[in-house]
T-cell receptor, first 112, second 114 residues
Framework: KAGVTQTPRYLIKTRGQQVTLSCSPI?????VSWYQQTPGQGLQFLFE???????NKGNFPGRFSGRQFSNSRSEMNVSTLELGDSALYLC???????????FGPGTRLTVL | QQQVKQSPQSLIVQKGGISIINCAYE??????FPWYQQFPGKGPALLIA?????SEKKEGRFTISFNKSAKQFSLHIMDSQPGDSATYFC?????????????FGTGTRLLVSP
């Protein structure tokens, strides 16, 4: 079974731009969560989607948004990029009946 | 109350030794405690997890010890190998809420010397 895939793997943007990251969950997984990983703040929860609905949201500004499609694929968007948004953005998927969350390789975003 | 405190920040162990990483939490609503292993340039990989109704879980060389009354849990890596050199994260979540939000510890960088 293929794992969680994320595209693109690397992105370089400038301040003020916006960016969209994509995540394809493991087949059969309907829950998709997003996390931000930085050296200073560690791994922080952004939001979780299930059946195209956002079920939970972390403590991030409204510039961070996401959505989920009917095939469970998810996208997250960051508008008006700031230098501090430079991070590894991780997507994780899980099956509705199981505890485990499986992470993708992440998208490394650099904001210049 | 949402924090998970992890220690040590870094750890050096000789090959064949035991690596021990500790985590503590405050929120008694947490009911699922996984450990993740992360290599540079990769996403975290689920290593082993435990629920608070058991005090210990072992999978191969990896063991979680769980102390519900002390609100602490730890990862033990037996017979540590150089290939175990990675960053380890403990985490916690409230699975009974139906949500998948993981609260992570700050990570432990493990180096196993040959």
């Amino acid at each position: 079974k293929a794992g969680v895939t994320q595209t693109p793997r690397y992105l370089i943007k400038t301040r003020g731009q916006q960016v969209t990251l994509s995540c394809s969950p493991i087949s059969g997984h309907r829950s998709v969560s997003w996390y931000q990983q930085t050296p200073g703040q560690g791994l922080q929860f952004l939001f979780e989607y299930f059946s195209e609905t956002q079920r939970n949201k972390g403590n991030f500004p409204g510039r961070f948004s996401g959505r989920q499609f009917s095939n469970s694929r998810s996208e997250m968007n960051v508008s008006t990029l700031e230098l501090g948004d430079s991070a590894l953005y991780l997507c994780a998927s899980s099956h509705i009946t199981r505890d485990e969350q499986f992470f993708g390789p992440g998208t490394r975003l650099t904001v210049l | 109350q949402q924090q998970v405190k992890q220690s040590p920040q870094s750890l050096i162990v000789q090959k064949g030794g035991i690596s021990i990483i500790n985590c503590a939490y405050e929120n008694t609503a947490f009911d699922y405690f996984p450990w993740y292993q992360q290599f540079p340039g990769k996403g975290p990989a689920l290593l082993i997890a435990i629920r608070p109704d058991v005090s210990e879980k072992k999978e191969g060389r990896f063991t979680i010890s769980f102390n519900k009354s002390a609100k602490q849990f730890s990862l033990h890596i037996m017979d540590s190998q150089p290939g175990d050199s990675a960053t380890y994260f403990c985490a916690a979540s409230m699975k009974n809420t139906g949500f998948q939000k993981l609260v992570f510890g700050t990570g432990t960088r493990l180096l196993v010397s040959p």
